[in-house]
DNA sequence: GTATAAGCGAGACGGTACGTCATGTCTTGAG
DNA sequence: CTCAAGACATGACGTACCGTCTCGCTTATAC
């Protein structure tokens, strides 16, 4: 096939991988401490060890490099529930979602908040975030249900219930919460 | 004592009360035209005919003078429902707090951005708005509703639903989404 | 007429009339210490203690600052000589000259080679300055020499034989320097 | 003695004597353009065709490089006067010199330029290239005249003047100033 | 042959300074 | 005391080069 033939061997010096990972930790280790708007570009590449230009190199503003910080994490913190019902997947799947915001919670919140201020972030943060989290909560969902068209909404309702929690602050994100979700859900998805 | 003759006349001119309306306008006008980021004091200032220390006079900062030309959208828009069924209600009740998001839409989302970022400022809009309209659709709910123990997480689902499409824009807040959530919550809230 | 109103009173604050010699302090400064290029506008701006803006403001770029800083050093300050004999006039006149530039010669190097590398500075500091020296030299020559064809290409000589020393450093400044110069070019005025 | 193991064979493969030729050509051509400050190393390079790394083994910093690329066309376009007489021979010389400059005149006007700019430049340059100019004058004038001391001052003179036309531009260059020179400079040095 | 060693184009790397922009404070003269 | 104007110190922005450091490749001599 040859289809990928991305790879091929470029010239001259190839990227150093250990600047990723120095730079998402400086990133975020920023962002959860002084908020979006306070991490500048500088301050990463300080805390980071790394000269500013290597950042422009990989990424194009400071958007994209906080939202590939907060991407990977949020990926691979939330395992795949097997509960067998549609229920207790949901649950577990909300309530590790829920559990992996006692770290990621404050950074998550300046990234959404963002979204709300920035019509260019906004798009990038669906894109490569959200709309991803949405995915995988659907796959989960479509295990046990057929009737395709009643999930969207429910999905918005699941994960724009955590968000409102997450933004206002108005109540626990806990695994209560998490259950009463799971059951209100697999009640409006019932046949 | 008296001391606290507000109104007792103060030395010096007067402010002028014409500033505050230009300022909010320009504001207003600025925000929804190019984004909160891309709102700058200076060009706040130059549109509102004013100059920058005016502006810092009476607001501390960008955040402050944007969410005081907000706060008019934060306001009780939505008639009450009645059309006897709970989804019926629910739907009415969202569908018209959709259609006010057409005009107040971005200033709304502003001010949820800034509760995500200022947490003093969380509170007050949570506790000045939020949490009332909360209220109001709970009252609607309970109307038909006995099993009080459900409703709340109900309410966070539909309301969080509506800010999460608000704030990340990748759905649309329309008659259809009302009915679609409406259908949900009621198969939720059934016995 | 009145049209020159040019001190009309503008509105905004007044410049501060502290920056400017604060900055040219600094930067003669500077320019001594570690010579033109590792002259910074950041480091010029911190040892002033004025902020960057403020230096792009009133000049446009490095060599233009420094420049107004060292222009104070092409001033007139050799005292007429009378010795009554051209080779004793020159070597008096030269003599002075070389005396000031112990303070004034990295000032003046400076400006000379800004002349090289900018051709509108070239113009004005030949205009300015390096011509009216060599008038007064002419001045002092023709008080001896009748033939005045001659006299052109020796001022050039003296002169250029100075900022040739000046400039590349490779030979001293100094007494015997003005001595020999004077006796060479006396020999190749003579008759 | 075979202290000159310079041509040892080396292991490793050899310079490529290309390079040489088509970095000078490209370093001369953008010095003429743009001057001394506007010419980076990566234009160079790029320009060359040639890689970063490869100008750095061979050149210390591009001070170096940019002499290296005048020092070539200076010495090798100046032929061998023979005249017979001081004279003559000067002015052959200088016109011959100056007639160069028609064509590196500028690059060697931002040469010098920076030789007042940089006192770690200025040593190099005066070494490599304009002491070398001055033993080339002394040579041909100590042909004729025995009295060395008066040498040292006129050959500063006449240096001086040609650089100080080229620097500041009040006078032209040519066939006529040769022969001014030349006169003034042999009844300078006339017993 | 097959190491070994240096040169080569390319380009990533940690830095420094650039010149611009916005912040929030200050200082004018006018009202 | 307020207002418009604008200078001020500060500090981040994104860019351009610096001089160094890998890469994979080429081109030599040495074994």
């Known amino acids: 096939m040859a289809k990928e033939e991305t790879s091929a061997k470029k010239p001259g010096r190839p990227r150093d991988p250990a600047v990723e990972a120095a730079v998402f930790a400086a990133a975020r280790s920023l962002l959860g401490e002084v908020g979006y708007d306070a991490?500048?570009?500088?301050?990463?590449?300080?805390?980071?060890?790394?000269?500013?230009?290597?950042?422009?190199?990989?990424?194009?503003?400071?958007?994209?490099?906080l939202v590939g910080a907060c991407l990977v994490d949020a990926t691979e913190r939330v395992a795949d529930p097997a509960t067998g019902n549609l229920e207790g997947d949901i649950e577990q799947f909300l309530g590790?979602?829920?559990?992996?915001?006692?770290?990621?919670?404050?950074?998550?919140?300046?990234?959404?908040?963002q979204a709300g201020l920035d019509p260019s972030f906004r798009e990038?943060?669906?894109?490569?975030?959200?709309?991803?989290?949405?995915?995988?909560?659907?796959?989960?969902?479509?295990?046990?249900?057929?009737?395709?068209r009643q999930v969207g909404p429910v999905i918005?309702?699941?994960?724009?219930?955590?968000?409102y929690r997450l933004l206002l602050g108005h109540g626990p994100l806990?695994?209560?919460?998490?259950?009463?979700?799971?059951?209100?859900?697999?009640?409006?998805l019932a046949a």
């Not at 590790?96 to 908040?113: D, H, V």
């Not at 709309?131 to 249900?145: F, K, N, T, W």
């Not at 806990?174 to 409006?188: M, Q, S, T």
Request: charged letters at 25%.
């Open 39 to 65: 991490v500048s570009m500088e301050a990463v590449a300080a805390a980071a060890g790394v000269g500013k230009q290597t950042l422009y190199r990989r990424w194009p503003n400071k958007a994209a490099l």
């Open 96 to 113: 590790g979602t829920f559990a992996a915001l006692e770290t990621t919670g404050p950074g998550l919140r300046f990234l959404m908040s």
């Open 124 to 148: 990038r943060f669906d894109a490569d975030f959200a709309s991803r989290r949405r995915d995988a909560l659907r796959e989960i969902i479509c295990r046990h249900v057929k009737a395709r």
């Open 156 to 163: 918005d309702m699941l994960y724009g219930a955590m968000w």
């Open 174 to 188: 806990d695994a209560r919460f998490a259950r009463d979700l799971a059951a209100a859900a697999a009640r409006a």
